[in-house]
């Protein structure tokens, strides 16, 4: 399966400096700053450096030193904003869209972390 990234999406251009984040974590590998439009209380979004499309791209074509980096950032960020619950936090939620039905906008792999309140149910039932 080929993928096929464009450089100029948003997270690309937040990537190489070119529109500015509220960043609260960066590894070597990783960054992970506030999403513009909040749905929670808390809401952060953890992108890759590299560039990869969706999921489960990083998956297939991700080194495992870009892995392990990416999890461990999701962790480090859950644990530093207080909602991790095996350190007495109350919660998250995380979320990676990938593809047409799951209504990805931002066509650079991310994981969104949703907390700070009780979250509901995973789904709700779409519009007809
Ligand atoms: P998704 O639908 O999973 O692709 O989510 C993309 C997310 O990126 C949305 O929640 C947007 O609010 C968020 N977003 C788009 N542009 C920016 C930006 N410049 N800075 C931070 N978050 C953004």
Redo the contacts with the bound molecule.
Sequence with gaps: MAYDYDPQN?FAR?LRGE?P?ETVLETEHSLA?????G?APL?I?VIPKGPYVNFDHFAAEASAEEIVDFNKAVARVTAELGVTPGEGGAGYRL?A?SGDN?????PHM?F?ILGGRPLGRLLVAPAD
């Design positions: 948003v937040i529109i984040n700053f506030h999403d513009i439009r749905q809401h979004l979320i869209n799951s209504h990805q906008e931002v991310h969104h």
